[in-house]
């Protein structure tokens, strides 16, 4: 089965386009997976659909999120449609198996005023100028254009020359999409490339390899890593007076797409900056879209005046 899940990454990697963390998170899923089978003297390679979905009632026993279980089934499915397409069973167990769905719960969104406070806030943290530039560079560019935190953390240096007004993102899958800076945005990456420049020229000068990233780093990755920005935001939060446990890289990603909604943007618009495949996907942010319509009409409305 070792094999089996190997091959399966591999195919992944190769024909979908998985994304490491992609990889990773299928990795996980189907290890527990077979760990549960292994604990219960099953063999997946013959195991029908009754066990399978004995493991998903332990997951749920267990405690484990709706989302969760549900990410997990959906790992378990494609890894059984691919054992199927290659020939490795005669049969797929999982092809009928129907998942608990995902919640629709409202994402929890920062209003624009703390948002504004993060912003001020992320100047003011860090060792050096050039730390602070950068932190304010990077919240700035977060908020600007609701990229994904791994999207943001490896942008290509390339991407940034000649000042454009757009930027290049390699999104989920290698499917790339165009996001708009905002003049705020603009100057500060440049103002950080100018910086970022001479500090690689100094580097390159010392023996040390240039950096293809914009923001580098020495760690193995050759950039700033999500773990890092993640640590770095919740001190950000702090000097904010922001609780750090209402902030993440996602919820950033979510108050852009609410505060443009909140101001009359396009559902559609939003999902294609946001680079989600279904508009079903970006249809969480129509709360905002209810709210500002039912103001509307208790602001408006003959019958809702005093």
């Keep these: 089965m070792a094999a089996w899940l190997g091959m399966f990454l591999e195919a992944k990697a ?8 992609t990889l990773e998170a299928y990795a996980r899923d189907l290890n527990d997976f077979l760990g549960w089978c292994a604990a219960k003297g099953l063999k997946p390679d013959t195991l029908g659909r009754a066990e399978i979905e004995s493991y ?23 890894f059984y449609r691919f054992a199927y397409e290659e020939r490795l069973r005669g049969d797929n167990p999982a092809i009928e198996i129907k998942g608990p769905g995902r919640s629709k719960a409202l994402p929890k969104v920062l209003a624009e005023a703390e948002v504004s406070r993060l912003l001020e806030a992320s100047g003011e943290v860090g060792r050096t100028e050039a730390d602070r530039l950068r932190n304010r560079c990077l919240l700035e560019l977060l908020y600007a254009t609701g990229m994904r935190v791994s999207e943001l953390v490896s942008l290509p240096v390339s991407a940034a020359r000649g000042d454009p007004k757009l930027l290049l993102v390699l999104g989920k899958g290698g499917k790339e999409r165009m996001v708009p800076l905002s003049p705020d945005a603009r100057a500060l990456v440049q103002e950080w490339l100018a910086l970022r420049d001479a500090a690689e020229e100094a580097a390159r000068k010392a023996g040390r390899p240039a950096s293809k990233f914009l923001f580098p780093s020495r760690g193995r990755a050759g950039h700033l890593t999500r773990n890092a920005f993640y640590l770095l935001l919740k001190e950000i939060a702090v000097q904010a007076g922001v609780s750090p446990a209402r902030v993440s890289p996602h919820k950033l990603r979510h108050a852009f797409a609410t505060h443009l909604l909140a101001n009359g943007a396009d559902l559609r618009a939003i999902q ?3 680079g989600h495949a279904d508009v079903a996907t970006t249809e969480i942010y129509t709360h905002v879209l209810e709210k500002r319509l039912s103001d509307l009409v208790l602001e408006h409305h003959p019958m809702a005046k005093d």
């Design 14 to 21: 190769a024909e979908a386009g998985a994304a490491r963390n």
């Design 56 to 78: 998903l009632v332990a997951c749920d026993a267990s405690g484990l999120a709706q989302s969760t279980r549900a990410r997990r089934l959906s790992a378990i499915k494609q």
């Design 272 to 274: 294609t900056l946001l």
